[in-house]
């Protein structure tokens, strides 16, 4: 009998406030495929972490929490976006902030919880599809990914469209100091010796300066096969 085609996969990796939160959602939804965001993980552990009173420069104990920690999706059934939970309670609003994804950084660059998330990653892979967002998407989760995108945009636009996400969400946080913190997340990320926020040598790239975000999805949809 000839082998199942794998289940297709669409990564999509880019730097914070490229635009690959909102872009996947829309691409997942338009598709009826399921979504993955890889970051929510990292901001959970790193929440939970936090939460535990756990340094976060303790490889070894945050280790031991990524694995530990229940982390949960749940979808809310009127089109908004996924709810997290971790051990059950809805943090959803809590993992958004700059200082959870901070944390989420400086965990994130540990071995042992980049391989604690690993099969949790992959378990999203079920048809009809997934679309997947991160920054290690394409290079290391699902390297044989049939399509992969990596998002870029300056930083300058990157730090107002999560100003703007972060006030709409309720949240106050200068301009100034946002475009600060991005810029250091994404040296973090991108100098990181485990899976570093880099385009897979296949992955197509899209400057989403300027471009609005209904252009951006067409022109990913248009990559899949067969459209
Ligand atoms: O995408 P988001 O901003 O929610 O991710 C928060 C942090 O989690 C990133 O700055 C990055 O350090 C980490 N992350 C990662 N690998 C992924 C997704 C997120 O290292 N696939």
Redesign the pocket.
Known sequence: MPAAPPIPVLTIDGP?GSG??TISRLIATRLGWHLLD???L??AVGYAASLAGIDLSDAAAVTRCAGHTCIGFRDPGDGGETRVLVGGVDVSSEIRTETC?AA??AI?AIPGVRAALLDKQRAFRTAPGLVAD????GTVIFPDAATKVFLTASAAERARRRHKQLKDKGLTVTLDDLLREIEA?DTR?AERAV?PLKPAPDAVMLDTTGVPIETVVARILALLPGR
């Open positions: 914070s690959k939160g890889s970051g929510a990292y901001r994804g989420a950084s994130a991160g920054r290690d998407m997340r990320d899976a």
